[in-house]
């Protein structure tokens, strides 16, 4: 362990890499990954440490190996065995993808194959029930993925709309823990919004500050459905998307709880602290240089935002958070006008401390889920 850090790092001299092997490992037990076959990785990572093509590289060395395993059990009739094959390769595909920028016919070529994996996984599986969705956003569409309610009888269930992060999609929000929200029996639906996932790569909805639109569009989908109770839905972000769920239930009032999985106060002071280039902003942005870049994120701040909240809000924060200071996650909870809400720190001695708790995330992922399904019962 890297004595700068209180969590596992694997390449003491790389933290951007670290954080995502720490993400990788924390992810095993929704079946996203194996330890051997991540120890495996890193152990050819090891030689060029810090050279995302060679990140790229390795990574989906072993997502199509592991691609070829579940083909070859489906062929044999093994079907939950194929899934589970196939939800790896998905996960090592996009987390080798995640950190090329900018983005390369090769890199998009792998990506697809991450989405292929996930669908092969979701049609073999025996639950949860997932639905490939799309959500109408002006004359576009956002892709999503609707999980069904489990453990309930009730015709019309809670529903939690998630969005992603900077840099996650709707694979790996799913991987991070979403069978177990709707164990609880919440519907969830998990998309890529504007300047994510599939969304960015093959249909040009770049990132944009105004998310308030997503989560309206998300919110008007979910009323066409006649398995929502459309008085009982969340909204639930991780790291930046902890900005995008404080602003849509902000602006979009019929979300009747919130939750920023991470602290997003003030992006544009705290985004060169996080280890990524501005190139890859400036991609997603769709943005030529860096000071239209700089422009684009003075717009990406909650002051005067999110004092219009009124629904019950949870932010979850980690002590040791090295991406977003303790500063930041004060000011945006205070900040939120809501009468009932709660502020849940993770220290370094109960774990959980990291961003968005990738040193331990079923601490993180339990306790917002509880939350969610105590507010919205």
């Known amino acids: 362990m890297n004595k700068k850090t209180s969590w596992y790092t694997y390449f003491p001299s790389d933290l951007r890499w670290s954080r ?7 992810c095993a037990r929704w079946g996203g990954s194996e330890i051997g076959e991540v120890d495996q990785v890193c152990r050819r990572l090891s030689k060029k440490i810090g050279n995302d093509s060679h990140w790229l590289r390795e990574w989906s060395r ?41 983005k390369t016919e090769k890199s998009m070529s792998i990506y697809k194959k991450s989405i292929d994996s996930f669908k092969k996984y979701y049609k073999l599986i025996d639950r949860p029930l997932i639905e490939k969705v799309e959500v109408p956003l002006n004359r576009k569409k956002l892709p999503a993925y609707f999980v069904h309610a489990e453990n309930t009888k009730k015709s019309k269930c809670p529903t939690v709309v998630f969005f992603d992060g900077r840099d996650v999609t709707k694979e790996i929000q799913f991987i991070c823990g979403v069978k177990d929200m709707v164990r609880r029996g919440m519907n969830c639906l998990v998309l890529d919004g504007p300047g994510t996932g599939e ?12 998310y308030e639109l997503a989560g309206s569009a ?56 996080r280890g990524v280039p ?19 994120f003075e717009k990406f701040s909650l002051k005067g935002i999110v004092d219009k909240m009124k629904c019950p809000f949870l932010l979850t924060h980690g002590a040791n958070d090295n991406m977003v200071p303790m500063r930041e996650a004060l000011e ?24 968005c708790q990738l040193d331990n995330m079923i601490l993180g992922t339990s306790y917002i889920f509880d939350w969610l399904q105590t507010k919205l019962k």
Not at 83 to 94: D, G, I, K, S, T
Not at 218 to 244: E, M, W
Request: glycine share 8%; hydrophobic share 35%; aromatic share 14%.
């Open 20 to 26: 995502s092997i720490c993400w990788m490992i924390s």
């Open 62 to 102: 072993m997502g199509e190996k592991i691609f070829v395993l579940g083909k070859s059990e489906e062929n044999k009739g093994h079907f939950l065995t194929a899934a589970a094959h196939y939800l790896r390769a998905c996960y090592y595909f996009q987390m080798g993808e995640r950190l090329v920028s900018p």
């Open 199 to 210: 969304s960015v790569r093959f249909r040009k909805l770049y990132l944009r500050h105004d």
């Open 218 to 273: 998300a919110f008007d989908y979910l009323t066409t459905r006649k398995d929502v109770n459309t008085k009982k839905v969340g909204v639930l972000g991780i790291s930046l998307g902890g900005f995008y769920a404080s602003r849509v239930a902000s602006f979009e009032h019929r979300y009747k709880a919130c939750v920023a999985w991470g602290a997003n106060w003030e992006y544009q002071k705290t985004w060169k602290t």
């Open 278 to 296: 501005a190139h890859s902003y400036m991609e997603i942005m769709n943005v030529e240089t860096e000071e239209e870049m700089q422009e684009e």
């Open 332 to 355: 945006h909870f205070r900040a939120v006008g809501s009468t009932d809400k709660t502020l849940r720190i993770f220290s370094e001695k109960e774990g959980g401390a990291e961003h």
